[in-house]
Nanobody, 117 residues
Framework: QVQLVESGGGLVQPGGSLRLSCAAS????????MGWYRQAPGKQRELVAV???????TYADSVKGRFTISRDNAKNTVYLQMNSLKPEDTAVYYC???????????WGQGTQVTVSS
């Protein structure tokens, strides 16, 4: 059974930092493009950052220069380092694993990030 388990969310003040982790089981992340998405109350889920199986990252304009996505295939884990957090970053953050060649697409259960003073 495939599982993606996010952790590291919480409450942080504006300007603070958090590091999210997404630990996978049941799949080998080496072959997957990995993404972080977020969904704020009343809004659609949006892409935050993606890192390809080859290690190339892409970021939403709203987080460029503040967030960094990385992967450790040996630990089967993907990370999202979030710095200079803003109240508008408040959302549930979801991890996603995609392997298009075999049409596999998996989601985690999400972790809440709240940025507030």
């Amino acid at each position: 059974q495939v599982q993606l388990v996010e952790s590291g969310g919480g409450l942080v003040q504006p300007g603070g930092s958090l590091r999210l982790s997404c630990a996978a089981s049941g799949i080998v992340l080496d072959f997957y493009d990995m993404g972080w998405y977020r969904q704020a109350p009343g809004k659609q889920r949006e892409l935050v950052a993606v890192i390809t199986s080859g290690g190339t990252p892409t970021y939403a304009d709203s987080v460029k220069g503040r967030f960094t996505i990385s992967r450790d295939n040996a630990k089967n884990t993907v990370y999202l380092q979030m710095n200079s957090l803003k109240p508008e970053d408040t959302a549930v953050y979801y991890c996603n694993a995609v392997r298009s060649s075999i049409r596999r697409d998996y989601w985690g259960q999400g972790t809440q990030v709240t940025v507030s003073s």
